[in-house]
T-cell receptor, first 115, second 111 residues
Framework: DTAVSQTPKYLVTQMGNDKSIKCEQN?????MYWYKQDSKKFLKIMFS???????INETVPNRFSPKSPDKAHLNLHINSLELGDSAVYFC??????????????FGEGSWLTVV | GESVGLHLPTLSVQEGDNSIINCAYS??????FIWYKQESGKGPQFIID?????DKRQGQRVTVLLNKTVKHLSLQIAATQPGDSAVYFC??????????FGAGTTVTVRA
C-alpha cells in the first residue's frame, strides 16, 4: 500500500536512448511533482501538475516531457538521454498546490544511470 | 553534535547526545519552512514544519528554531538514536508553488 510508487527503481541505459519513469499515487492528492537529485544530493524541482494541468516547468531541457493521464499518475519521458541525466528522480504528491500546510510525500526514487 | 556555518555536509554525533543541524536560507520572502529526512535508498520524509510567524516548534524528539533576522533555521534532535542517521534537508517556500531545498547535512550516529 505504498503511497507514492515509481517504476523502475533502477535503470541503466545507453546515451541516446529514450526512457520513461512511471509514477502513481494512491493518496487522492491533486498535485504531483518530479524532482531531480544529483550526485551531491541537491534536490531540485522539475515539474508539477495539478489535476493533470502543468503548474511548474522549471528550466528543464525539452528532452524531458512529463505526462499526466489522470491526477493519480505523472510519468516522465526522457528523450536522447545524456550522461548528465544520470541522477535520482523522485516523484512526489501533495493534497494541493499551496506548499504551506500541504505536506509533500515523496516516492522511493528512480536511480537513472546513463552510460 | 552541531553543524555550523552556512553548510556543513556531515555531522557525527554520539548516540544519546543531542544533534543540532543548521541551515541558512536565502529568500527573505520565504514564510514557510520544512525539515526533511532522507534515509539511504529512500525518498525524503517530512519531519517538521514551521511558519514565519513562529520562532520555535516542537515535535516528538525534534525542535525547529527559526531566526528570520539572520535567515537561519535549525533542527534539534534530542537523544539521537542510530535510526536518526540520514541526510537532513531544510526547505523553504515563498508563498508560491515551489519548495526549494537546501544542500543536505549527513548525520552519522556513533554507537
Amino acid at each position: 500500500d505504498t503511497a507514492v510508487s515509481q517504476t523502475p527503481k533502477y535503470l541503466v541505459t545507453q546515451m541516446g536512448n529514450d526512457k520513461s519513469i512511471k509514477c502513481e499515487q494512491n493518496l487522492g492528492h491533486d498535485t504531483m511533482y518530479w524532482y531531480k537529485q544529483d550526485s551531491k544530493k541537491f534536490l531540485k524541482i522539475m515539474f508539477s501538475y495539478n489535476n493533470k494541468e502543468l503548474i511548474i516547468n522549471e528550466t528543464v531541457p525539452n528532452r524531458f516531457s512529463p505526462k499526466s493521464p489522470d491526477k493519480a499518475h505523472l510519468n516522465l519521458h526522457i528523450n536522447s538521454l545524456e550522461l548528465g541525466d544520470s541522477a535520482v528522480y523522485f516523484c512526489a504528491s501533495s493534497p494541493g498546490t499551496e506548499i504551506s500546510g500541504n505536506t509533500i510525500y515523496f516516492g522511493e526514487g528512480s536511480w537513472l544511470t546513463v552510460v | 553534535g552541531e553543524s555550523v556555518g552556512l553548510h556543513l555536509p556531515t555531522l557525527s554525533v554520539q548516540e544519546g547526545d543531542n544533534s543540532i543541524i543548521n541551515c541558512a536560507y536565502s529568500n527573505s520572502a520565504s514564510d514557510y519552512f520544512i525539515w526533511y529526512k532522507q534515509e539511504s535508498g529512500k525518498g525524503p520524509q517530512f519531519i517538521i514544519d514551521i511558519r514565519s510567524n513562529m520562532d520555535k516548534r516542537q515535535g516528538q524528539r525534534v525542535t525547529v528554531l527559526l531566526n528570520k533576522t539572520v535567515k537561519h533555521l535549525s533542527l534539534q534532535i534530542a537523544a539521537t538514536q542510530p535510526g536518526d542517521s540520514a541526510v537532513y534537508f531544510c526547505a523553504e517556500n515563498a508563498n508560491d508553488y515551489k519548495l526549494s531545498f537546501g544542500a543536505g547535512t549527513t548525520v552519522t550516529v556513533r554507537a
